[in-house]
């Protein structure tokens, strides 16, 4: 069976916007798929392959801190090839949600012929 078009358009943005959340503070890898089921209802399966991809490429580095109620937390952080990876692929979105909005809005709004 076919994926949602909303499926495909979360799982291609996903990387995005888990740069821009670290972007804003650096998180451990449960409260950052906690904060992207929240906004766009991604669950915490799809984030731990996503985290570990984002560190092999260089975007993310990682440390531990202990934790008074279970074992050390990772956190993730950006770095600075994960901040400009964050810019550039903004500046690829908004283009493209201009173009494409720009396209829903010149289409008829009924689907009389």
């Known amino acids: 069976m076919p994926e ?3 499926i495909q358009l979360k799982k ?3 990387g995005m916007c888990v740069l821009a959340l670290l972007a804003r503070s650096e998180n451990y ?4 798929a906690s904060e992207l089921n929240t906004a766009i209802g991604m669950g915490e399966g799809t984030i731990y392959p996503l985290m570990r991809r984002m560190q092999s490429d ?3 580095s990682t440390y531990l801190v202990e934790s008074p109620s279970g074992p050390s937390r990772k956190y993730y952080r950006l770095t600075d090839a994960g901040r400009k990876a964050l810019s550039d692929q ?3 979105w908004r283009g ?3 173009a494409v909005d720009a396209l829903l809005d010149a289409a008829p709004t009924s689907l009389e012929a």
């Open 58 to 60: 260089g975007l993310v």
């Open 29 to 32: 890898a449960y409260e950052i």
């Open 96 to 98: 493209f949600a201009r």
């Open 12 to 14: 291609g943005v996903l």
């Open 90 to 92: 903004r500046d690829e």
């Open 4 to 6: 949602t078009i909303d």
